[in-house]
Every structure is written in structure tokens, then in C-alpha cells.
């Protein structure tokens, strides 16, 4: 094998070293940004959807509430409320079908079912009050209980997937601890072999050189040529002889010539 060759290798090794370790470390980095990710796609849009049905529902309550305790307040009034109601019971029902479709935890979905039973008794409350026969008692015997299970159910949605949370990001550190420690061992492999390059292939291609220059210095002293360069150079010793041996050669080939 070529001298070229064997430095193109040893360069080649050097690059698939580096590209390794750029390899393994990209690797590593995108798997926990992967593991985060999920982290918030699954629980946190669970935590917005439970936030948003607790505002809707607080507003639904209140527009309840005035319609049962004040049936004597002007056509304006009750209109408002009404459509406060509706508003907040479009916000309720796309959250709740945003929860329905993104169930990811152990019981979450018991809680779901829940809350969409409770809900539909809910809104079945409210027809009847929208059609004159609502009460007081109604609202504290039904109304109430019903709007109180609502959030409870919600709230142990809300909990279970913060319980989630907590639990993924222990996970995801005790993870992120191992390819840690699975790095800093691809590290220092690649260090190893990279220090052991350094040693190895300049050794290999100094001594290569030197023996070459030792060879030429013991021809030209066995041509009787004396050699009288000043430097450590094995490269331009080796140079200088050739010259020498091609100048000698070139005397010995004139004087043939000259008999």
C-alpha cells in the first residue's frame, strides 16, 4: 500500500471518528427533545382542555344561576344570559371533544365517560329551567350537585395527567442521566482512538522515513560520497542523496562516454 494511501486512510479515519461522535450525540439530543415533546403534546393539551371547561363552566353556572334566582329581570336580561350560556357551552363542548380524542393515561378515560354522562345531565337541567320550570330547589337538589360533579370529574383529569407529567419528567431525567453516561462513553472511546491515531501513524510514517534515510546515508558512505547536510529533516536527507547518487552516477556515465 501506497504511502498516499495510507495517509488518505488515516485522515478517512479521523473524519468517520468525528462524524461518529456528531452522529451519536444528535442521536441522543433529539431523542430527549422527542421524549419532551410528548410530554407536552399529550398531557399539557390535557391540562388546557381542563382549564378551558372549568372557565366555560363557571360562566354556564352563573348564566344559570341569574336565570333561577332572577325570573322577574327584563327580556334584555335573560337574553344576555342566555347567550352568555351558549357561548360558554360551545367553548365546553369543543374542549370536551378535544379531551375525548386525547386520552393517554391509565383511568383518564372513566373520568371522560364521567364527565360526558354528567354533562349530558347537565344539559338536560337546562332545558328544563330554559322552559319554565326551573326552581330554587331544582337548582340546589339537581342543578348544584350536577355542576359540583362537573368539576370534580375534571379536576381528577387535571390531576391524573399532572400526576403524569411529573412522573414522564422523572422518567425523562433518569433517561437523559443514562444517554448521558452512554455519551461520555462514545466520548472517550473516540478520544482513545483518536489519541491512539496520533501516536500510532506519525510513528508509523516517521520511522518509515528514517529507515529510508538511514538506507540512503549507508549508500552513499558505501559509494564513498560523503554526505554534509546540517538538519534533521529525514525528508531533505533523503533528497540530497538521491541528488549525490544522481550527480555520481552522472560522472561515472560521462567518463564511459569520454573512452
Request: hydrophobic content about 40%; overall charge neutral.
Amino acid at each position: 500500500m501506497v504511502l498516499k494511501t495510507k495517509l488518505s486512510l488515516g485522515i478517512g479515519f479521523l473524519f468517520v471518528i468525528i462524524f461518529a461522535l456528531a452522529g451519536f450525540c444528535s442521536y441522543y439530543i433529539q431523542k430527549l427533545s422527542k421524549e419532551s415533546d410528548n410530554i407536552l403534546k399529550d398531557n399539557y393539551n390535557s391540562l388546557v382542555y381542563a382549564k378551558n371547561m372549568f372557565s366555560a363552566l363557571d360562566v354556564m353556572n352563573n348564566a344559570v344561576n341569574n336565570l333561577i334566582f332572577n325570573p322577574n329581570t327584563s327580556n334584555n336580561s335573560a337574553d344576555y344570559n342566555l347567550k352568555l350560556y351558549e357561548s360558554a357551552k360551545v367553548e365546553f363542548e369543543k374542549n370536551l371533544k378535544d379531551e375525548n380524542n386525547n386520552i393517554t393515561e391509565i383511568n383518564e378515560k372513566e373520568y371522560v365517560d364521567t364527565l360526558n354522562k354528567t354533562y349530558a345531565l347537565y344539559l338536560n337541567l337546562f332545558i328544563q329551567t330554559k322552559n319554565g320550570r326551573g326552581s330554587p330547589s331544582m337548582y340546589f337538589n339537581e342543578f348544584l350537585p350536577a355542576y359540583e360533579k362537573l368539576r370534580q370529574t375534571i379536576s381528577n383529569i387535571n390531576d391524573i395527567n399532572m400526576q403524569a407529567i411529573v412522573r414522564k419528567n422523572q422518567l425523562a431525567r433518569h433517561d437523559s442521566a443514562g444517554m448521558i453516561n452512554n455519551m461520555a462513553i462514545i466520548v472517550t472511546i473516540c478520544i482513545i482512538l483518536a489519541f491512539g491515531y496520533f501516536w500510532y501513524f506519525p510513528f508509523y510514517v516517521s520511522n518509515s522515513i528514517s529507515y529510508l534515510s538511514d538506507k540512503m546515508k549507508q549508500l552513499l558512505k558505501d559509494a564513498g560520497i560523503t554526505l554534509d547536510i546540517q538538519s534533521d529533516d529525514e525528508t531533505h536527507i533523503i533528497l540530497q542523496s538521491i541528488n549525490l547518487l544522481e550527480n555520481k552516477f552522472s560522472v561515472k556515465e560521462k567518463e564511459k562516454d569520454s573512452r
